[in-house]
């Protein structure tokens, strides 16, 4: 079994997924506020154990993934991460694939640049010069202010699922 690396920033612990973290998540992924970005429909119990079981599967077949956030206290802040979950999407992603997504309490408060920095950091240790993309929608503005605080700049926009998506890319060493 692969061993996933835990990365801590000034606020915050990254770890890997288990299946201890299973009940956060699905309240995170149930939110309606939450996911009014990400589809628009609330996860059930079962799709969050299959994202669950999806997380443990990158970083077993690809050496990355997602991490568990929790700040230093132990509560739980959301997930971040690297992916590869092979879209739909024209065109198509560089990979990897960043993503973030944060409970409703922990937005508002730099956690997702603190964490996704933390996240590219590693990547670049693992990869070197970073090739990355993310998708988001284009109403959801304070992820857009993180991805550009992070370096990414919009490359498109197109759909997904039938919804508007803002395709932005991260290249080299931002």
Not at 15 to 39: K, L, N, Q, V
């Amino acid at each position: 079994m692969t061993t996933i690396p835990t990365l801590q920033t000034e606020r915050l612990t990254l770890r890997g997924p288990s299946a201890a973290d299973f009940a956060d998540s699905a309240a995170m992924w149930g939110d309606p506020a939450i996911i009014r970005y990400i589809g628009g429909k609330p996860f059930t119990p079962e799709d969050v154990w299959g994202r669950l079981l999806r997380y443990i599967g990158h970083w077993e077949l690809l050496g990355y993934g997602p991490w568990i956030v929790r700040d230093k206290q132990g509560t739980f802040i959301g997930e971040v991460g690297l992916f590869d979950l092979h879209r739909d999407i024209t065109p198509t992603l560089e990979l990897p694939e960043a993503g973030w997504v944060l409970t409703h309490a922990a937005h508002g408060k730099g956690y997702a640049t603190e964490a996704m920095r933390a996240v590219l950091a590693w990547g670049r240790e693992h990869f070197g010069d970073l090739h990355a993309s993310c998708i988001i929608d284009p109403g959801n503005a304070p992820s857009l202010r993180v991805a550009e605080k992070l370096g990414f700049v919009e490359r498109t926009r197109t759909t997904y699922h039938g919804d508007p998506t803002v395709v932005l890319s991260l290249v080299g060493t931002r």
